[in-house]
C-alpha cells in the first residue's frame, strides 16, 4: 500500500459498491466498523485481509492502513466512532458476529438522516452495548512475513484446489514440510489446514458473491465433494451456502 489517503473523519454512511469495486487504501483517525448488508466484503491490512458477509462486520481500529474490496455487488454500511470509544477495546482489525439485532441497529443508525437527537443518541447507546457483546469471529488470512510461507501461501491463493500435501508444496519453495508447519504456527498463528481451510471459505465467499453454483464454488476451491464443502461451510458461519444471501 504506497498511495495512502488521509481522511480524518471515518463517516457514517451508506454506500454502494458495484461488483469489482475497490477503494484504495486509506487510514481514519477513528474508529470504524464495516458491514456488508448485502453481498461480502474484503477488507485488506499489510497484517493480511480480512472478510466479512451479512452475518459479520469488520472492526477497523483507527489509524489502521486499510483498504476495501467488493468481489460482488455490495451495500456498506459504514459506522464511524471517535478514537476516545472503542467499545471492544481492540486495536487490531477483528470479524465480528452480527446477530438480528445489531444487524438492524447498524441499519438503523447509518440511514439517514444523521441529526443529533434524543431518539438517535439512545440508538447509539444501545448499538455500542451490543457492539460490546459481539464476538469475534476467525475469518482472517494473516500475510506471512517468512518468504518460503509467503510464496506458498501466493501458489495456493492463486489455485485454491490445489490438494498438494505441505510435503510437496515445501519442494516448490525450498523448505521441508516440519519447517513450513513450524512457520505457520510462528509467524501466521495456525496449522497448514487451518489456513487453507480459511483461504478456501475466503475465495468460496467471494465466489458466491458473483453467483456462481454452490457445486461450481465447492469444487474451484478443492473440496472432495458439495456435500463436505456445505457442512464446513456451515460449521463456519451458521448456514448453508445456499441461502447465504437470502434475507
Same mark, same amino acid.
Given at each position: 500500500?504506497? /498511495?495512502?489517503?488521509?481522511?480524518?473523519?471515518?463517516?457514517?454512511?451508506?454506500?454502494?459498491?458495484?461488483?469489482?469495486?475497490?477503494?484504495?487504501?486509506?487510514?481514519?483517525?477513528?474508529?470504524?466498523?464495516?458491514?456488508?448488508? =448485502?453481498?461480502? *466484503?474484503?477488507?485488506?491490512?499489510?497484517?493480511?485481509?480480512?472478510?466479512?458477509?451479512?452475518?459479520?462486520?469488520?472492526? &477497523? !481500529?483507527?489509524?489502521?492502513?486499510?483498504?476495501?474490496?467488493? !468481489?460482488?455487488? *455490495?451495500?456498506? =454500511? *459504514?459506522?464511524?466512532?471517535?478514537?476516545?470509544?472503542?467499545?471492544?477495546?481492540?486495536? /487490531?482489525?477483528?470479524?465480528?458476529?452480527?446477530?438480528?439485532?445489531?444487524? /438492524?441497529?447498524?441499519?438503523?443508525?447509518?440511514?439517514?438522516?444523521?441529526?443529533?437527537?434524543?431518539?438517535?443518541?439512545?440508538?447509539?447507546?444501545?448499538?455500542?452495548?451490543?457492539?460490546?457483546?459481539?464476538?469475534?469471529?476467525?475469518?482472517?488470512?494473516?500475510?506471512?512475513?517468512?518468504?518460503?510461507?509467503?510464496?506458498?501461501? /501466493?501458489?495456493?491463493?492463486?489455485? !485454491?484446489?490445489?490438494?498438494?500435501?505441505?510435503?510437496?508444496?515445501?519442494?516448490? &519453495?525450498?523448505?521441508?514440510? =516440519?519447517?513450513?508447519?513450524?512457520?505457520?504456527?510462528?509467524?501466521?498463528?495456525?496449522?497448514?489446514?487451518?489456513?487453507?481451510?480459511?483461504?478456501?471459505?475466503?475465495?468460496? *465467499?467471494?465466489?458466491?458473491?458473483?453467483?456462481?453454483?454452490?457445486?461450481?464454488?465447492?469444487?474451484?476451491?478443492?473440496?472432495?465433494?458439495?456435500?463436505?464443502?456445505?457442512?464446513?461451510? =456451515?460449521?463456519?458461519?451458521?448456514?448453508?451456502?445456499?441461502?447465504?444471501?437470502? !434475507?
Amino acid at each position: 500500500m504506497t /498511495e495512502i489517503r488521509h481522511m480524518p473523519e471515518a463517516p457514517t454512511q451508506v454506500q454502494s459498491l458495484a461488483s469489482g469495486t475497490t477503494i484504495d487504501a486509506h487510514r481514519h483517525d477513528d474508529h470504524q466498523v464495516v458491514y456488508a448488508a =448485502r453481498g461480502v *466484503l474484503a477488507v485488506t491490512t499489510d497484517k493480511g485481509s480480512w472478510v466479512a458477509p451479512a452475518t459479520r462486520a469488520i472492526w &477497523v !481500529p483507527a489509524g489502521t492502513v486499510h483498504a476495501h474490496q467488493a !468481489p460482488g455487488d *455490495l451495500e456498506l =454500511r *459504514l459506522l464511524g466512532l471517535p478514537a476516545t470509544v472503542n467499545p471492544l477495546r481492540l486495536n /487490531e482489525p477483528s470479524v465480528l458476529a452480527v446477530g438480528p439485532l445489531l444487524r /438492524e441497529l447498524i441499519r438503523a443508525y447509518t440511514d439517514p438522516p444523521h441529526d443529533d437527537t434524543p431518539e438517535r443518541r439512545r440508538l447509539r447507546a444501545v448499538l455500542l452495548d451490543q457492539l460490546r457483546a459481539s464476538p469475534q469471529q476467525a475469518l482472517h488470512l494473516p500475510t506471512p512475513e517468512d518468504p518460503r510461507l509467503r510464496a506458498l501461501c /501466493e501458489i495456493l491463493s492463486a489455485d !485454491p484446489a490445489d490438494n498438494r500435501t505441505l510435503a510437496a508444496l515445501g519442494t516448490r &519453495v525450498g523448505a521441508s514440510d =516440519r519447517t513450513l508447519a513450524r512457520l505457520f504456527k510462528a509467524d501466521l498463528g495456525m496449522t497448514f489446514p487451518q489456513w487453507r481451510t480459511q483461504l478456501r471459505l475466503y475465495r468460496a *465467499l467471494a465466489l458466491l458473491a458473483e453467483n456462481t453454483p454452490v457445486t461450481t464454488v465447492a469444487h474451484a476451491c478443492g473440496w472432495a465433494s458439495t456435500s463436505a464443502f456445505i457442512d464446513v461451510f =456451515r460449521r463456519a458461519f451458521g448456514h448453508t451456502p445456499g441461502t447465504h444471501f437470502d !434475507p
